[in-house]
């Protein structure tokens, strides 16, 4: 019970002591046509951090859903504290102590931390007006549970995404959190910031805050979590204590098949050098990079996040402007100020952040495959060609195995992973020799990352020149022929695939 503003003293936990904090028994659910959740159970204890993995569609967001509120299920029981529980709306939940906090945080940037953290239960004086100074007072408190180190009087639009993603922890606390839900919360961080993060989380588990964590980065469900459930199409697959899972077991189970390694074996012929980039330069973001592409071939572009690597990406791809140095495509030397040239030269950009870049959201999934061809479907240069854009949307989805109801469907209700396979089938659609792939498995399931592996291995065979940016070590060992390691702006080193080692990389990222 509440014994002032956002401060609580401990909860009784009923009769019996070992009472389950949450249990979702049961739980199915369908849409029209499709079949969401079948039998869903799983559990919750007080103080423990359950993972939850799988594909994307495999009914994670769903399940999240029934328990906060947003749905309601065509069956199963809720229990809270072994008390029968049935949201029937997000409210209902908030005021339960169950809070979700999404991937695309929902706090307003143009207001106060403190107005954020008390958003919707502000204090009150008797004539309605906000109690500024108990506001910010709990607020503050707040703040310190959760280690962040700010005024809560600062605008929220001033702080970073791991800050956002700390003041969302702290209105989870404002509201006497029994139970906060985590989806996807590092896809955006630095190594800095998620062991920030993680550190919080240690704190909410040491307070008796039962945590449901869902991610794509089985390293980190590996490092946090107590316990993991598989979900596969709409089923709880298993669950066992993370100690007794592999990753190779708990990659079979997301997927349902065996898989023997995370990234496919790879039979390409190095050719001639497609790209060359000379002492290339742009003004405050990067100096004097110097590489060789050749066909056949996919090089990684490895270092810390700032380094530059994005920035050289979409240099290249004339999306930002350089300063000085040269580039040559195909032995020709190539002035491309301009995405538009860079496709005219053969080279496609599939950028990191795929909603604000890649994709236009609000449009089909056939309009976003077709928008770098559009002079190539259409009569006269003009009179856009519908049945031709039908059938290049046709094709990427079976070539890419598209998850879609079908071409029309509306690019920005597809899955996360196919969405980035949206993104590369518009890439495709250019028939590029040169891809510049900037975190292309960022977000995505494991199953998708391995069909996006496929794809670029697929690629590389058919002779293109293929450059990787990404943060995840692993994927650069697994996928490149060389690595070349960014610091500051400059190349610091480069490690030839026999020489391949995650301190070797990372020394050069952080050391030079």
């Known amino acids: 019970m509440a014994t002032g503003l956002g401060r609580k003293t401990p909860r009784k936990c009923g009769p019996d002591s070992m009472t389950r904090l949450l249990e979702m028994q049961g739980i199915s659910m369908g849409f029209p046509g499709v079949k969401a959740l079948s039998d ?4 919750l204890d007080r103080g423990e951090v359950l993972g939850i993995v ?6 994670k967001s769903t399940l999240m859903k029934i328990l906060a509120g947003v749905f309601r299920p065509d069956a199963g029981q809720l229990h809270l504290e ?3 529980f049935s949201p029937r709306r997000p409210k209902d939940a908030l005021d339960a102590g169950i809070i979700v906090i999404h991937q695309e945080l929902s706090l307003i940037p143009e207001r106060s931390v403190a107005e954020n953290i008390f958003l919707g239960h502000l204090p009150r004086g008797r004539l309605g007006g906000i109690r500024r100074a108990a506001l910010n007072r709990e607020a503050s408190r707040l703040l310190a549970r959760v280690g962040l180190s700010v005024s809560p ?6 702080l970073g995404i791991a800050q956002q993603q700390l003041v969302e922890i702290a209105r989870a606390l404002s509201r006497e959190a029994r139970v906060i839900v985590m989806d996807e919360p590092t896809a955006t961080l630095t190594t800095a910031e998620q062991r920030i993060l993680f550190a919080t989380i240690a704190t909410l588990r040491n ?6 964590f869902i991610s794509h980065h089985l390293e980190e469900v590996f490092e946090i979590c107590d316990r993991v459930t598989v979900l596969r199409d709409g089923a709880a697959v298993e669950t066992r204590a993370t100690k007794d899972w592999t990753e190779d077991a708990l990659i079979q189970a997301m997927v349902n098949r065996p898989i023997e390694a995370l990234f496919p074996a790879r039979h390409a012929t190095l050719g001639e050098v497609l790209l060359q980039v000379e002492g290339l330069s742009s003004a405050g973001r990067f100096e004097d990079v110097s590489f060789e592409l050749r066909a056949g071939e996919v090089v990684g572009l490895g270092g810390l996040i700032g380094a530059g690597r994005t920035e050289v990406l979409k240099t290249i791809y004339g999306a930002l402007p350089a300063t000085k140095g040269k580039i040559h495509v195909e032995s020709r030397e190539r002035h491309i100020r301009s995405p538009r040239q860079a496709l005219s030269a053969g080279v496609a950009l599939v950028p990191e952040d795929r909603k604000g870049e890649g994709l236009v959201m609000p449009f089909s999934l056939r309009t976003n495959v077709a928008m770098s061809t559009l002079t190539k479907v259409s009569w006269l240069r003009s009179i856009l060609a519908q049945g031709r854009i039908d059938r290049l949307a046709e094709h990427a989805v079976e070539d890419l195995r ?3 109801p079908g071409i029309r469907q509306l690019v920005r209700s597809l899955s996360g992973g196919n969405q980035q396979k949206v993104v590369l089938s518009r890439a495709l659609t250019t028939k590029p020799r040169i891809f510049l792939l900037d975190e292309p498995t960022r977000g995505i399931d494991v199953g998708a990352k391995v069909e996006v592996y496929r794809l670029i291995n697929a690629l590389a065979e058919r002779g293109a020149a293929i450059l990787v940016v990404s943060s995840d070590m692993l994927e650069l060992l697994g996928l490149c022929d060389r690595v070349l390691v960014m610091r500051t702006g400059r190349i610091a080193g480069m490690v030839a695939k026999a020489d391949f080692s995650q301190e070797r990389i990372m020394a050069l990222a952080a050391l030079g």
């Open 40 to 43: 869903v159970s799983i559990s």
């Open 54 to 59: 799988g594909e994307n569609g495999a009914g």
């Open 82 to 84: 072994g008390v029968p």
């Open 153 to 158: 009087r600062t605008l929220v639009r001033r």
């Open 207 to 212: 307070a008796g805050v039962g945590l449901v």
């Open 402 to 404: 598209i998850r879609t």
